[in-house]
């Protein structure tokens, strides 16, 4: 069964650090596209950070230089390395998982609320 499940949220004082974790169960995160999401209040879900099968990041302008996306295949984890934390990072922060090939399948998990405030 395909499973994605976020951990690693909490509150954190404005420029402070999180990590984030994405454990995944039925897939091999190696040969999948894995992306971190954010939705706050009142706004669109928009991606923070990807990286491709082949390693490759990408990442929202707004957390550049601040956020590190990463993958430990050992593990089958995807990791967000969330530093200098600011209140307009706070989010419900989504995994996700694109299927690159076949029926280009997208996966989500459950979310995990990222809190920044003094």
């Known amino acids: 069964q395909l499973q994605l499940v976020e951990s690693g949220g909490g509150l954190v004082q404005p420029g402070g650090s999180l990590r984030l974790s994405c454990a995944a169960s039925?897939?091999?995160?190696?040969?999948?596209?894995m992306g971190w999401y954010r939705q706050a209040p009142g706004k669109q879900r928009e991606l923070v950070a990807g990286?491709?099968?082949?390693?490759?990041?990408n990442y929202a302008d707004s957390v550049k230089g601040r956020f590190t996306i990463s993958r430990d295949s050992a593990k089958n984890t995807v990791s967000l390395q969330m530093n200098s934390l600011k209140p307009e990072d706070t989010a419900v922060y989504y995994c996700k998982a694109k299927k690159m090939w076949g029926t280009m399948d997208d996966y989500w998990g459950q979310g995990t609320q990222v809190t920044v405030s003094s």
């Open positions: 039925g897939i091999i995160v190696s040969i999948y596209a």
């Open positions: 990286i491709s099968s082949g390693g490759n990041t």
